[in-house]
């Protein structure tokens, strides 16, 4: 611990201030708070819920996430209960600062979108929101982009045209229905901390103003900040000023106090290759916004059980998605049952539903310790052993303990419940993703 906390130490400790790129911060690493939704200190914290009620919005949220985002067209298994879609369905808020004069505003943290945007006066039609909506008029810094700027065609399907043709915009839709739309422009962010509010300034920052957003986006957020690997998104604008790197640390959500995760823009010193440091190369797959990895297979305690996929072209690299706004990890219908049947086994209990009927691999157990390791097989050697709460969850009104894993027929995805407790550093030089385990409270 003590070695973690001194390469942590290179990085500038933001409070709730997340901005984005900048023109300079101590040893090029800028560190910023993640306010997890349902912690004390979101906006959204219900101090009533239950931990049972939390793990089955946590669910809905989920399911909603990878309909919206990953396969639209797919359909949660016969094992999952279909979701409602929520758009804005995120776990994870950052504060972040636009224009000149700074405006604050509150993001929803997103691995799995590129552009940031967020909405804009003049909002012809916008949803409620709780910080101020960002007028770019009011800015000395703001700009509009042209359509035929390189910016403006790395948009593609979602790029659009003003009714001159001048001015470039942007249109996302959901699955729901949900859409935002607006012009596309550039601006100062800033992530700020309180002992240092100049900590990182990054200036000319592409992003989309939304002026008309429509849909069931939480009054919370401003909108997205899109921490995904495509060119549009702000780790892309920045990655020559953070060599390339970000990493972050989740807090488990059962945690106690107020301690909150963090996420680090910069090189935080983890050398893939030591003690304790799993590495997982990333694939090279469409769409670049995803962080793609291959799940060879799965260990239920001694027991191997190697991955595979209903539909064959998914059986190829790049099977699953690493993504910190999804809580679950979702893997195929078929190879979740087989996997389950082992787990019964080795925990040598009757494997019991949810009486809520959303998870599907539930125990009677007296004790953690009667649960078996669950470790991930990752491509290249890559054995990451996941700790309880990575692969558990107690629903303590049931007396049960579930698996925080889901069938469903799409691509796999690495839910933020497995990453807990690891530091995650994303290496997009190297195309590598390194774990550590860390007690994320303490960092």
Known sequence: MAALISLLAICITATLQFVFPFVESNNGCVTADLIHRDSPLSPLYSPSETNSERFHKAYLRSISRLNNHFNPKAAASPEALQAPMVSSGGEYFINISIGTPRVELIGIADTASDLTWIQCKPCYKCYEQNPPIFDPKQSSTSRNITCQSESCLR??????????????????????????????????????????????????????????????????????????????????????????????????????????????????????????????????????????????????????????????????????????????????????????????????????????????????????????????????AADLKLNTVNAFARLEEENLMCLNMLPVDSIGVFGNLSQMNFLIQFDLVERKISFMPTDCAKC
């Not at 009714?163 to 700020?192: L, P």
């Not at 919370?220 to 060119?231: E, T, Y």
């Not at 694939?283 to 670049?288: A, E, G, S, Y």
């Not at 064959?312 to 190879?335: H, K, R, V, W, Y």
């Open 155 to 380: 948009l593609e399907k979602d790029r659009r045209c003003d009714t001159n043709g001048n001015t470039c915009q942007f249109y996302y839709s959901y699955a729901d229905g949900s859409y935002t739309t607006g012009n596309v422009g550039t601006e100062v962010f800033v992530i700020s901390s309180k002992t240092n509010p100049d900590q990182g300034t990054f200036p000319n920052i592409v992003y989309g103003c939304g002026n008309n957003n429509t849909g069931t986006f939480d009054e919370v957020g401003s909108g997205i900040v899109g921490l995904g690997g495509g060119p549009l998104s702000l780790i892309s604008q920045i990655t020559k000023s953070i060599n390339g790197k970000f990493s972050y640390c989740l807090v488990p959500t059962s945690a106690e106090g107020n301690a909150t995760s963090k996420i680090n823009f910069g090189d935080i010193g983890l050398v893939p290759g030591k003690s304790k440091v799993v590495t997982v190369d990333l694939v090279d797959k469409q769409p670049t916004t995803y962080y793609h990895v291959t799940l060879e297979a799965i260990s239920v305690g001694s027991k191997r059980v190697k991955y595979f996929t209903s539909n064959a072209t998914d059986g190829e690299e790049g099977n699953m998605i690493i993504d910190s706004g999804t809580t679950f990890t979702f893997l195929d219908p078929q190879f979740y049952e087989k996997m389950a049947a082992v787990l019964e086994r080795q925990v040598g209990s009757k494997r019991v539903d949810d009486p809520r009927g959303y998870a599907s691999a539930c125990f009677k157990v007296e004790k953690e310790s009667d649960l078996p390791n669950i470790t991930f097989h990752f491509a290249g």
